[in-house]
Every structure is written in structure tokens, then in C-alpha cells.
């Protein structure tokens, strides 16, 4: 997936979130216009900067997404992430935050790969809100933990099964422990570990 396009599907995921519609011929020049003006690194920033972002637009605004880009960017440069002694390095970010958006991304392309209803579920369940202190929180918090670790138990498995299948873990250390953080597969790959589940299921291979 190049940067362009997945500008245009955060763009879409937005327009859903808010109740609103724009035309998909509409949706990729303004996804053309996004990806030249806002300096992303990789379709991962992409993902990354266009959630932050939603904690503050419903559609998020150029000028949104270009500040929290630079910010990570800066981010990125400070902490020397490339090359640091976990031998995960190319997959696993050393920052935290950058681990939790790694999460909460994986979290949203599952979903999207499950359907329409689990989507919605998500959508439902991970609705934030300010609070007094202008701080983004949960509008649930209960509902949003509940769904979180269902989402986590399940990626668990998924990545335990399938992940070092992928083309992008093909030279993941075989010894390495997963981790929450790592940069998530694509919807696409989703959809394939899931169709993976039931075709296991449907053959009797339990193990």
C-alpha cells in the first residue's frame, strides 16, 4: 500500500466516523493533496498521525496532520530508535507511544477486516472525549478495557500463528518474543489470518 492510499482510507474512516459522505473520486484527490503537503515517512505515520489527529477533528485538517507529523519526526530523531539493542529494532518502535499507536492500529485493522459489526463495535467502544484538563480519555472507559483486551487476546493468537508468515516478519528473529507493538499487518493480511482460522476450523486442525 503506498502513502496515497492509505491516506485515502484514514480518509474514509473519517468521513465514516463523522456521518458524513464523500465520493471516493473526491476522496482520492484529496488524499493526492494530503500525502504531497504533509511530509509521512511511511503508511504506518500515515495511520499513526490521522488517529492522533481524530482526537481533535472529526476530519482531520491539514494543518493538524502536518503538526503531529513534524512532531513525531522529532520524536523519532530524538530517542535514535534505528538501530538500538533490541534485535526487533526494524519492527518494534522503542517508544512507547509509538508501541500503543502500533496497537491501537492493529486493533482498527482487525476490526475492519472482521466487518461492518465489528467495526462499528470499535468505533462504539474507543469514542473518546475531553476531559477538564483538554486531555482525550474514553467516553467509556469500562466498555473501551473490555473491548481492548478481547481485541488483544485475539491478536495474540493471530500473530502467534501467522505472523512470521508474512513477506515483512519473513527475517523476524525466530527466538524473539512477540510483542502488542509491532507494527501491524494489513487489513488484507488480516482478512487472510482469518480466513486461515476458518479453514482450520473447517478441517479439524484444533492445534
Not at 475492519?112 to 462499528?120: S, V
Not at 519473513?170 to 479453514?199: C, D, H, I, M, S
Request: aromatic fraction near 12%; proline fraction near 5%; charge should be neutral.
Amino acid at each position: 500500500m503506498s502513502i496515497e492510499k492509505a491516506v485515502a482510507e484514514e480518509l474514509t474512516i473519517s468521513y465514516m466516523q463523522a456521518g458524513r459522505h464523500l465520493p471516493k473520486e473526491n476522496i482520492v484527490i484529496v488524499a493526492r493533496s494530503l500525502s504531497e503537503a504533509v511530509d509521512f515517512k511511511d503508511e504506518a505515520m500515515v495511520h499513526a498521525a490521522f488517529r492522533k489527529a481524530r482526537d481533535t477533528d472529526e476530519i482531520p485538517l491539514q494543518g493538524t496532520l502536518k503538526g503531529i507529523v513534524d512532531g513525531m519526526r522529532r520524536l523519532e530523531s530524538s530517542e535514535a530508535m534505528i538501530e538500538y539493542s533490541d534485535p526487533r529494532w526494524p519492527w518494534l518502535p522503542k517508544s512507547d507511544l509509538m508501541r500503543k499507536t502500533n496497537f491501537d492500529l492493529a486493533v482498527m485493522r482487525l476490526c475492519i477486516a472482521q466487518g461492518e459489526k465489528e467495526y462499528k463495535r470499535y468505533v462504539d467502544c474507543t469514542l473518546t472525549r475531553y476531559d477538564e484538563h483538554r486531555r482525550a480519555v474514553y467516553a467509556n472507559p469500562k466498555a473501551a478495557r473490555e473491548f481492548l483486551l478481547e481485541k488483544q487476546e485475539h491478536i495474540k493468537h493471530l500473530y502467534e500463528k501467522y505472523l512470521r508468515t508474512t513477506p515483512e516478519y519473513k527475517t523476524f528473529p525466530a527466538n524473539a518474543k512477540l510483542n502488542y507493538g509491532l507494527l501491524p499487518p494489513e487489513v488484507y493480511q488480516f482478512r487472510e489470518f482469518l480466513e486461515k482460522e476458518v479453514a482450520d476450523y473447517e478441517w479439524g486442525n484444533y492445534a
